[in-house]
Nanobody
Framework: DVQLVESGGGSVQAGGSLTLSCAVS????????MGWFRQSPGKGREGVAA???????GYSGSVKGRFAISQDSAKNTLFLQMNSLNPEDTAKYYC??????????????????????YGQGTQVTVSS
């Protein structure tokens, strides 16, 4: 079974930084993509960043230049470095993986596939 376990969330003041981690297990094959999504109360899930099977990265327009997605060489851990945080970044952040490579960013938006897996999420709260 695919398991995604996020960690690293917390509370931070505006302008601060956090790094989220996602421990990945159960993924097979080489053509999968991964990403980070977030959801705040009353809003739909929003794609934040994606990394393709070739290591290419993409970001939503709202975080580009502030957030960085990466993974370790064994692809067992996914990271999201978040800098210059503002209160609008407050949300529950979810790690996602898609065995068909269907997580990607285009035109300032990030998308997931209908068979994407998600973790349970980690809360990020940014105070002004």
């Amino acid at each position: 079974d695919v398991q995604l376990v996020e960690s690293g969330g917390g509370s931070v003041q505006a302008g601060g930084s956090l790094t989220l981690s996602c421990a990945v297990s159960g993924l097979t094959g080489t053509y999968y993509s991964m990403g980070w999504f977030r959801q705040s109360p009353g809003k739909g899930r929003e794609g934040v960043a994606a990394i393709g099977p070739d290591g290419s990265t993409g970001y939503s327009g709202s975080v580009k230049g502030r957030f960085a997605i990466s993974q370790d060489s064994a692809k067992n851990t996914l990271f999201l470095q978040m800098n210059s945080l503002n209160p609008e970044d407050t949300a529950k952040y979810y790690c996602a993986a898609d065995p068909e490579g269907a997580i990607y960013c285009w035109g300032g938006h990030c998308y997931a596939g209908e068979h994407s897996y998600y973790g349970q999420g980690t809360q990020v709260t940014v105070s002004s």
